[in-house]
């Protein structure tokens, strides 16, 4: 059984920057595609990005392609998503997530298997 705990959120001023990360016990991550989604207050929880077991392919949403970079170390068990140039908009609970079965990189929740409780990520204006 594979434990995923994100960290790194926190309250920002819009333009700012946050890394966060999720660290996984339990499992190694090498051999899953990871991703990221977020959940704002009253919405239904949206991809945000994916990345590919050896981390040459990713794919993101429309809202955070050019600010947001998901990168894995799979020596330290460990996805980042840097997030750069945040806007109040990016103001949700930030989940991650793996696909213990996939082979494409996927946007639909209902793909991954396993998910993290979620750290909070709120931007000021």
């Known amino acids: 059984q594979v434990q995923l705990v994100e960290s790194g959120g926190g309250l920002v001023q819009a333009g700012d920057s946050l890394r966060l990360s999720c660290a996984a016990t339990g499992r190694t991550l090498f051999p899953y595609i990871m991703a990221w989604f977020r959940q704002a207050p009253g919405k239904e929880r949206e991809f945000v990005c994916a990345?590919?077991?050896?981390?040459?392919?990713?794919q993101y949403t429309d809202s955070v392609r050019g600010r947001f970079t998901i990168s894995r170390d799979n020596d330290k068990n460990t996805v980042y998503l840097q997030m750069n140039s945040l806007k109040p908009e990016d103001t949700a609970v930030y989940y991650c997530a793996l696909d213990k079965d996939g082979n494409i990189l996927h946007s639909s929740t209902g793909m991954y298997e396993y998910w993290g409780r979620g750290t909070q990520v709120t931007v000021s204006s």
């Open positions: 990345i590919s077991r050896s981390g040459l392919s990713s």
